[in-house]
């Protein structure tokens, strides 16, 4: 297939129905990353913060009508532009679909939605030893925000810090 041939390709939101591959593809994601062991997610639990609480929104891409890959977004605040960002939490595509522009093409749909919802900003996190997505990333002009430093409270550390009010 040509890089530029997108025939067949396609990129909807999920529904309910796409709980199946969307757990399918964050374990897919974390083999990848060789965190399988901290999945806890499963479809109820997905079923109630996605459809539910809608707590994030997730698009399916498609390749002749079968589920090829996904990205889970959901949005964030800047308090300096006084206006809501979009998070992208993950993106995946098996890897037998991968280089032949799908990627991109999620990106772009990501940033017409962040576009339309007047959102300021598109950003996510990369591992510093994931140099493909890298690369991928330079060629977007994404800029990497090398000045700061992610930090993250556990669930067990957040209740830990709840309960020590004093």
């Not at 109630?48 to 079968?66: H, Q, T």
């Not at 532009?81 to 991968?98: C, F, M, N, S």
């Not at 990627?103 to 990501?110: A, D, E, I, N, Q």
């Not at 030893?129 to 990497?144: G, H, M, T, W």
Request: charged share 25%; hydrophobic share 40%; proline share 1%.
């Amino acid at each position: 297939m040509n890089k530029k041939d997108l025939t067949g390709f396609s990129i909807r939101f999920a529904t309910d129905k796409d709980l199946d591959n969307i757990l399918f593809f964050i374990k897919e994601l974390a083999k990848h990353e060789n965190l399988l062991n901290e999945v806890v997610a499963t479809k109820e639990i997905l079923y109630n913060s996605l459809f539910v609480l809608k707590s994030a929104e997730v698009i399916i891409a498609e390749y002749d009508n079968v589920a090829i890959g996904f990205a889970l977004f959901f949005p964030n605040f800047s308090t300096f532009t006084g206006k809501a960002g979009l998070y992208l939490e993950d993106l995946y595509i098996v890897p037998q679909q991968r280089g032949k522009g799908y990627g991109k093409v999620m990106f772009s749909y990501l940033a017409e939605i962040a576009k339309d919802r007047d959102y300021q900003r598109l950003e996510w996190w990369c591992l510093n030893d994931n140099k493909s997505s890298i690369e991928f990333y330079k060629q977007l002009n994404a800029e990497a925000m090398n000045d700061w430093t992610v930090f993250r409270l556990s669930t067990k550390t957040i209740r830990e810090l709840a309960n020590n009010k004093k």
